[in-house]
């Protein structure tokens, strides 16, 4: 038995962002400096990528061109699937620019409907597009979709982000 009396290799330090994952007992300390997940003998280092509070995701700061998740600046729109954020891959959409005058969001894209709240933010100043089979898509689905300023956007993912992704604007 372990002096913490868990039965999981030595007490970790307190604080930090890894210590609610330490005290869960899913760990063991292989050597001084790394932790390994004790259900699927992946270094911890390599864990910390994937979240398993999905509601701990922090918008820092938005401003036209750039947004701040989690301490990471993104200078191109964002897709926030299940907690991950990657970039959004509007190439499919781009035939569609010259008919709305702007790469609109189009059901072609990998939106990620795995949620039951889809949430667009259209930009600084509301100019994103979104094409009717995204909104036909949404219904298909049964989920609903809210299109609003990225800023509303944001204050949305704050309030309650449970079982929502999101697709942000960050220019226009």
């Known amino acids: 038995m372990s002096p913490s009396g868990t039965g999981h290799g030595t007490a970790p330090q307190r604080g930090g962002p890894d210590t609610a994952f330490r005290e869960s007992g899913y760990y063991t300390r292989a050597r001084e400096s790394q932790l390994i997940c004790s259900f699927s003998k992946i270094p911890f280092a ?3 990528v994937m979240r398993f509070d999905f509601s701990a995701m922090r918008i ?3 401003s036209f061109g750039s947004i701040r998740i989690d301490g990471h600046t993104y200078h191109h729109d964002v897709v926030i ?3 991950r954020v990657r970039e959004r891959r509007k190439g499919p959409s781009k035939r569609h620019r010259e008919s709305f005058g702007h790469t609109p969001l189009s059901a072609e894209e990998e939106i990620p409907w795995g949620c039951r709240r889809q949430v667009i933010g259209t930009g ?3 100019a994103l597009p979104v094409m009717e089979a995204v ?3 949404a219904r ?5 979709l809210v299109t609003v300023p990225t800023e ?4 949305l993912l ?3 982000a449970k079982d929502t992704n999101a697709i942000l604007h960050v220019t226009c």
């Open 124 to 126: 600084a100043a509301d």
């Open 60 to 62: 820092d700061s938005f």
């Open 140 to 144: 298909r689905r049964h989920a609903e």
């Open 81 to 83: 699937d299940r907690g």
């Open 152 to 155: 509303q956007a944001i204050d």
């Open 135 to 137: 909104r036909d898509e």
């Open 158 to 160: 704050a309030g309650d």
């Open 46 to 48: 390599a864990l910390n």
